[in-house]
C-alpha cells in the first residue's frame, strides 16, 4: 500500500501495511485497543463511526500520513 492514504482503503489493508497505525489510531480513540472492536469498513467510515468527520477527518488523515511517512515525510 502506497502513502498518502485517501480514506477509501480498508481498514484492515491500512492495518496490514502499517501495524504501528494501530497505536496511533488508538491513541486518538479511533479505534478501541481495549476491546478488541473489529471494524470491517474503510478508514474513513470508521472514523464517522467515531464521530469524526469533514474537516477533522481530513486534518487526522493528514497527520496519520505524515506520521507513516516517517521523519521528513
Given at each position: 500500500?502506497?502513502?498518502?492514504?485517501?480514506?477509501?482503503?480498508?481498514?484492515?489493508?491500512?492495518?496490514?501495511?502499517f501495524p504501528q497505525a494501530a497505536s496511533w489510531l488508538g491513541d486518538r480513540?479511533?479505534?478501541?485497543r481495549q476491546?478488541?472492536?473489529?471494524y470491517w469498513g474503510s478508514l474513513r467510515d470508521l472514523a464517522q463511526y467515531r464521530h469524526v468527520e469533514g474537516a477533522a477527518f481530513e486534518t487526522?488523515?493528514?497527520?496519520?500520513?505524515?506520521?507513516?511517512?516517517?521523519?521528513g515525510g
Open positions: 500500500m502506497e502513502l498518502p492514504l485517501t480514506g477509501a482503503e480498508s481498514v484492515e489493508a491500512v492495518l496490514e501495511a480513540h479511533v479505534i478501541c476491546c478488541g472492536e473489529v487526522l488523515l493528514a497527520k496519520l500520513n505524515a506520521f507513516l511517512a516517517g521523519p
